[in-house]
């Protein structure tokens, strides 16, 4: 079955630094990744989306590289600042593409 | 962006009690809506998935006569959890799938906390 895997530990950074978190799947081959951020409480937020054919794709001070061969994402946060401290959820869709998978998130603090 | 509300964002019910809770996509259509629910530090589980005028679909061992749903308009969909148990107790979530073509991205609620004494 579709599987995706965030790093579970929670990662520490100093403000000002660049941030990298992971997303690995297996088991298929998506058309389309999905970046969420939540905050404690609150619904996921959209943030990027990266199809197959991109490797890369930015927005503002966020970066997402897709890897179709290695079945991995890479979200970059450049210059991070403590109001990036959330949960960064990897989200893909399912094989017939009408659900959502969401991985489990990875807690990002970013310390001033 | 596109914009989701719910409504309550938070509810304490007796357990056997039923609780309703709202979901609408303020400034789009939305063709279909998914509820999730996600407990304390896990990924969000997909429960179900609404089209409107249709039946909702669930997912593997999700209870439909527990967890009932309504998608009354484009607008607009309803999840109730009937005869609320305490393992009930979790943050449940809608998002919103909008009309236009090629549209991938589901836009979320603010979720609704509800606890069950």
């Known amino acids: 079955s579709q599987k995706i895997e965030q790093n579970s530990e929670a990662l520490n950074i100093q403000e000002g630094k660049t941030a990298t978190l992971t997303c690995n799947y297996t088991?298929?081959?998506?058309?389309?990744l999905q970046w969420y951020r939540q905050d404690p409480g609150r619904g996921p937020v959209f943030l990027l989306l990266?199809?197959?054919?991109?490797k890369e794709k930015r927005k503002e001070r966020l970066k997402v590289t897709f890897d179709t061969t290695l079945k991995q994402s890479l979200f970059h946060i450049t210059a991070s600042q403590p109001a990036d401290s959330a949960t960064y959820l990897c989200?893909?869709?399912?094989?017939?593409?009408?659900?959502?998978?969401f991985g489990a998130g990875t807690r990002l603090f970013v310390k001033a | 962006g596109a914009v989701v509300s719910q409504h309550p964002s938070r509810v304490i019910c007796k357990s056997g009690t039923s609780v309703k809770i709202e979901c609408r996509s303020l400034?789009?259509?939305?063709?279909?809506m998914f509820w999730y629910r996600q407990f304390p530090k896990q990924s969000l589980m997909l429960m179900a998935t609404?089209?409107?005028?249709?039946?909702?679909?669930?997912e593997q061992g999700v209870e439909k006569d527990k967890f009932l749903i309504n998608h009354a308009s484009l607008t607009l969909s309803t999840l109730t959890v009937t005869s609320a148990h305490p393992e009930d107790s979790s943050f449940y979530i809608c998002?919103?799938?909008?009309?236009?073509?090629?549209?991938?991205?589901?836009?979320f609620g603010p979720g609704t906390r509800l606890t069950v004494l």
């Open positions: 989200a893909l869709p399912n094989t017939g593409g009408f659900k959502t998978i």
């Open positions: 990266i199809r197959e054919n991109e």
């Open positions: 609404s089209n409107e005028g249709s039946k909702a679909t669930y």
């Open positions: 088991n298929y081959s998506p058309a389309y």
């Open positions: 400034d789009f259509q939305a063709t279909t």
């Open positions: 998002s919103a799938r909008a009309l236009a073509a090629g549209s991938d991205t589901q836009y």
